[in-house]
């Protein structure tokens, strides 16, 4: 049967260009980055910024590496003029940095917008005009000829006002709004007639056609095809730059943009986490750090990509999706057992698989080295009832130091997985400690060592002789044995109160810390006479004290397995 088609939508219509380049085409070099937070992405929060918040987050936003920023809407308000004007009067713009505001092409507000730019070193006027038909006739009741007449004298005013600012390097930009739902052939057309207005575009000054999908209306390819048709049929490429601004309505963005990029765009506005009306702008964040790990140097630094997500949160109330990619909370974290043992041992076989791919970095389920986000390994691999003993370990391990030996790593997820099924949520890493404390090295059970000396005999200082005191099932008693080692000699001892006879396989040795103030832990198997073998774990700044509490810690384990 065929598909069933809705009479409520159509597919966009596919675009007439029989020999695409651009799936063959790579992004070799970084775009432009514009950054329109503090305009797009500020008119669309619940609590637009302060002035001082803007002012804190346009630093930061310089800080990153923006060299476009879109600031404001000075004919719109008040506020916006005045931060415009703040930003020139007290010198707040880097050398390097174009600021860029926003106005339609409307006389008025034309002639305030470039009030607002008087002393300014450096700037972009951005006009836009709705070029779709949907727009230019059911908003705002316009033709396609009255679209052009007005966009051109809005050009030629914008001109004129520039050209009164000789001391000044100002730019222009227009965006025929909604640019992947209007005509192309009228996109062209009307494009063509603002290059000839403006008149002073080159290429070292070029002017940006900023081609927006302004909403998400076609899929990626689409908005690539578009792209590409653009800037063949422009007769003056060298002497502009093609923009993209990607809105998320079908959550396809980053994909749009990143498609159009390979099509031959060369500048890329968006905001940081994709702020922005509706579903959004597209995410820099997202884009840059994609581009990044391809191997692009893209001039923005998220090395402290927290902080930028403290701050972000903090000005605008709007919290950063826990799964957001490079940004969130989760963005590196595993949970499930599989991908954390891939992580654990892929951490420990990096220089082996950078000889092996020729890359510096390739880790199973990691695309991107967390500390180039300024992430900590630790948060890596998170702990609850889904967790896997290599995660585990890896916890104990990176967080706590403890190198526990494969053989328990069984015997510990069984032990930490108990209480998380119990509490039914994921547990933090002092939890996951005091488990495997509480578990192996301070077990209950009948056992309790008050001390252990271990003597030389005089003759020959291969043996040993050990006196052992206990207490058993709160009873005082003193041991005695010997044997060819101190931790011999206190097994033999132990075997007259032990209930079953049991000996010590090959057992782990580890130093934490170093000097005076290192810590030996032992990590110590009893092999049973009924086949099982159970760990106890022992510390003191003693390696043979560690073992014998070791010891102690496994026989309480079997007591307390056995008496259930």
């Given amino acids: 049967m065929p598909p069933k088609q809705t009479k409520k939508y159509a597919a966009p219509p596919k675009l007439d260009i029989p020999h695409r380049k651009w799936p063959d085409a790579e992004i070799t070099k970084s775009p432009i980055w514009c950054s329109v937070d503090l305009r797009d992405g500020n008119q669309a929060l619940p609590n637009p910024l302060t002035p001082d918040a803007k002012l804190e987050y346009f630093k930061m936003l310089c800080d990153i590496g923006f060299k476009h920023i879109e600031i404001a809407f000075p004919s719109a308000s008040q506020d916006d003029f005045d931060f415009t004007r703040r930003l020139i009067e007290e010198n707040h713009i880097p050398d390097d940095v174009f600021i860029m505001v926003l106005t339609q092409c409307r006389h008025h507000l034309i002639e305030r917008t470039l009030e607002s730019f008087a002393g300014i070193p450096r700037g972009i006027v951005h006009a836009y005009a709705a070029t779709s038909d949907l727009h230019m006739k059911q908003v705002f009741n316009l033709t396609r000829q009255q679209t052009i007449d007005m966009t051109v004298k809005a050009v030629q005013q914008i001109r004129d006002l520039v050209d009164a600012m000789p001391d000044s390097d100002i730019r222009f930009e227009f965006s025929p709004e909604e640019f992947t739902d209007t005509d192309l052939d009228f996109c062209l057309e009307i494009s063509n007639a603002v290059f000839d207005t403006w008149g002073k575009a080159s290429p070292d000054k070029p002017l940006i056609f900023n081609l927006p999908a302004t909403v998400e209306r076609r899929p990626p390819n689409h908005y690539a095809d578009m792209i590409e048709i653009f800037g063949n049929k422009f007769p003056q490429r060298d002497k502009i730059l093609i923009s993209l601004h990607s809105h998320n309505d079908q959550g396809m963005a980053v994909a749009g943009t990143e498609l159009a990029l390979l099509a031959g765009a060369d500048r890329v506005e968006g905001t940081l986490f994709g702020h922005g009306e509706r579903t959004g702008n597209v995410d820099l964040i997202t884009v840059a750090n994609n581009l990044f790990v391809r191997g692009v140097d893209t001039g923005l630094d998220f090395g402290n990509l927290d902080q930028i997500v403290a701050t972000v949160e903090k000005l605008t109330d709007m919290s950063v999706y826990y799964r957001q990619p490079y940004a969130g909370e989760y963005a590196f974290t595993a949970f499930s057992g599989s991908h954390q043992d891939a992580i654990r041992k892929g951490m420990s076989k990096r220089d082996e698989a950078g000889a092996m791919f020729g890359v510096g970095w390739k880790v199973p389920y990691l695309h991107i080295d967390p500390a180039d986000m300024g992430r900590k390994y630790e948060n890596l691999i998170r702990i609850n009832s889904q967790s896997g003993k290599g995660g585990i370990a890896w916890v104990l391990e990176h967080d706590h130091g403890l190198e526990v030996p494969k053989p328990m790593h069984h015997e510990i997820r069984n032990a930490v997985q108990a209480v998380a099924d119990k509490t039914a949520r994921e547990l933090n890493s002092d939890e996951v400690l005091e488990i495997f ?128």
Wanted: aromatic residues 8%; charged residues 20%.
């Fill in 437 to 564: 404390t509480s578990e192996f090295v301070n077990p209950a059970g009948p056992f309790e060592l008050v001390g252990y000396w271990p003597r030389p005999d005089d003759e020959n200082p291969t043996e040993i002789h050990g006196e052992v005191q206990l207490k058993v099932n709160g009873k005082s008693q003193t041991l005695t044995d010997d044997g060819n080692g101190p931790i011999d000699a206190f097994v033999h001892a132990l075997r007259q109160v032990a209930p079953m006879h049991f000996s010590i396989q090959d057992y782990h040795e580890q130093a934490i810390g170093k000097g005076a103030d290192a810590i030996a832990m032992a990590y110590v198997p009893l092999k049973f006479d009924d086949g099982q073998t159970v760990f106890g774990v022992g510390s003191d700044t003693n390696i043979d004290q560690a073992a014998v509490c070791a010891i102690i810690a496994g026989l309480n384990r079997k007591a307390s397995q056995d008496s259930k």
